[in-house]
C-alpha cells in the first residue's frame, strides 16, 4: 500500500518524560522540541508531503501560567533557531487553530516564518495553535453563515468540499495517519473533521524519546492497515 501523504501528531508524554527523571516539566517540553526538530527532519527526508503538529491546544490554556509561558518561550526559540535550516531544507510552514489570540511579537514572527517559507515545495509542517476541532469547525460554520446573511451565498450550496474550503486545514492532503504518543487513547480535539477516515495510531513512546525509527514504525504499522473508506 502507499505510504501516507499527511500525518498527524499529538506530542503527548513530556511532562511524564521530565517526571521520570526529577526534572521540571519544562526539560520535557524542551526535549519535546528536539523531537520536533527529528522528526521535521525525518518526515521531509522520507517524502511526506505534510505532517501536522499538536503543539498548543485551545485547552491548554488551563495549564499554570509558568508553564504557558515555557511554552510560549519554547515556541520563539524553536523559530529563531530552526527557521534558516526549515527554509533551507524546502519546508513550507503552516499555522492551524486560532493562534492570533497569543502575543502579538509572537504572531508577528509566526506569520513571518510562513510568508517566508510560502513558496518552498517540500514538506508542508502545519503548527496547531490555540487549536480545538471543535472550535475550528464552529469558525468555518460562522463563516459560511455570515456569507449566507451576506447573501453571497445559498446554504443549498454548502457540502463537504465546500465545507472542507474553510477549515483552517484547507489546501493540506488528507489525513491519512494520527498519531499519539504516551500511551492515551484519544484524541483530544485533534482534526476532528479530518480524522473521519484516517488510521489512529496510539504508541507507548513518550514524545521527547519520538526520532525517526519510531517515524518509521509507524508508516510501516499504517502500511499494513486496509484502508476501505466505507467501502468493502
Ligand atoms: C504534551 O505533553 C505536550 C504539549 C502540551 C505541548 C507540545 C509542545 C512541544 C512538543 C514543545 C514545543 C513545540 C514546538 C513546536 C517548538 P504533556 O505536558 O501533556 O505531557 P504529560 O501528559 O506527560 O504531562
Not at 503527548?12 to 521535521?40: C, F, S, Y
Request: aromatic share 8%.
Amino acid at each position: 500500500m502507499a505510504g501516507p501523504r499527511h500525518v498527524a501528531i499529538i506530542m503527548d508524554g513530556n511532562g511524564r518524560w521530565a517526571k521520570r527523571r526529577h526534572l521540571p516539566r519544562v526539560a520535557g517540553h524542551r526535549q519535546g522540541m528536539e523531537a520536533v526538530r527529528r522528526t521535521i527532519r525525518a518526515a521531509g527526508e522520507i517524502g511526506l508531503e505534510a505532517v501536522t503538529l499538536y503543539a498548543f491546544s485551545s485547552e491548554n490554556w488551563r495549564r499554570p501560567a509558568d508553564e504557558i509561558s515555557d511554552l510560549m518561550g519554547l515556541l520563539r526559540l524553536y523559530l529563531q533557531r530552526e527557521i534558516d535550516e526549515l527554509d533551507r531544507n524546502g519546508v513550507r510552514l503552516r499555522l492551524i487553530g486560532d493562534y492570533r489570540r497569543f502575543a502579538p511579537d509572537l504572531v508577528q514572527q509566526l506569520e513571518a516564518a510562513c510568508v517566508r517559507t510560502a513558496s518552498n515545495s517540500g514538506l508542508t509542517v502545519a503548527l496547531a495553535l490555540n487549536y480545538g476541532g471543535q472550535d475550528e469547525v464552529v469558525r468555518a460554520a460562522r463563516r459560511l453563515a455570515e456569507a449566507a446573511k451576506a447573501g453571497t451565498l445559498d446554504p443549498a450550496a454548502i457540502d463537504i468540499d465546500l465545507f472542507e474550503e474553510c477549515l483552517d486545514t484547507a489546501g493540506l492532503p488528507p489525513l491519512d495517519l494520527m498519531i499519539r504518543t504516551s500511551g492515551e487513547s484519544r484524541l483530544s480535539n485533534f482534526l476532528l473533521w479530518q480524522a473521519a477516515y484516517a488510521e489512529l495510531l496510539f504508541v507507548d513512546t513518550l514524545w521527547p524519546d519520538f526520532d525517526r525509527a519510531a517515524l518509521e514504525d509507524a508508516l510501516a504499522v499504517f502500511g499494513k492497515r486496509e484502508r476501505r473508506f466505507g467501502g468493502r
